[in-house]
């Protein structure tokens, strides 16, 4: 049975293939400027990748909370803020894909976390050449932040968000090779026993950003069949 917790969801794993994972709601956290001395940053606002990260590092054996993604990825040990800060001002909400591979290797040489990751890339002319290995990569080690939104599309399906947004793809089901995700925002509350194609993935991602950040525990080895 899952359970449901006023800031994240614990998702057990079931018979199909879908892994444990801890799904933090990016709207239940905090809309004053300035949380946990992050200036003009909203976390509830513009923390989905934060809450998405976050659910990916404590889904494999890393019980991190969004707040503590967003302040390793926005400050640095001084507090001070990091190029990949957003501020309003020149209208930059998101924190990059770069923001997140920083947070990856500092937790790495900080914290000595065994994270692997990969940036895995492909054309945006030829979306299928990697669909396989992304279904292996993700049904045994790793989960995968992607961002999805409208964004320089016409007619954008927006399954997962109307806007920019980033998601986490935990798991593959065994029987139709579709994914398990854990979407932040509200949508994600109906969307924990749902799966999508591969092909409804790509849909839903920005233009020119066919990219998959695989992130996994080396310490965790799940066993293939």
């Keep these: 049975m899952n ?21 933090y709601k990016q709207y239940m956290y905090s809309d004053i400027e300035g949380i946990d001395g992050i200036p003009n940053w909203e976390l509830q606002n513009f923390g989905c990748g934060p809450s998405a990260m976050a659910t990916i590092l404590s889904s494999i054996g890393y019980d991190l909370d969004p707040v503590d993604v967003a302040k390793k990825i926005l400050l640095d040990n001084e507090e001070n803020p990091l190029d990949f800060f957003t501020n309003k001002e020149n209208k930059r909400y998101g924190i990059t894909t770069l923001g997140f591979i920083y947070l990856l290797q500092q937790l790495n040489k900080e914290k000595q976390f065994h994270l692997e990751y990969e940036l895995l890339k492909y054309s945006y002319k030829n979306p299928q050449s ?17 961002l999805v939104g409208p964004k320089g599309k016409i007619n954008h399906p927006k399954t997962f968000s109307n806007y920019g947004h980033y998601i986490a793809v935990t798991s593959v089901n065994t029987q139709n090779n579709e994914f398990y995700i854990a979407n932040p925002n509200k949508k994600g509350d109906n969307q924990i026993d749902t799966t999508y194609s591969y092909e409804t993935l790509i849909a839903n991602m920005y233009t020119n950003t066919f990219d998959f950040l695989m992130v996994k525990n080396k310490s965790l080895t799940l066993k293939k069949e």
Excluded: F, S, V, W
């Design 3 to 23: 359970t449901k917790n006023e800031k994240y969801d614990i998702i057990l794993p079931n018979e199909l293939g879908r892994k444990y994972t801890k799904r």
């Design 130 to 146: 990697k669909k396989q290995q992304i279904i292996d990569m993700i049904r045994y080690e790793y989960m995968a932040l992607i």
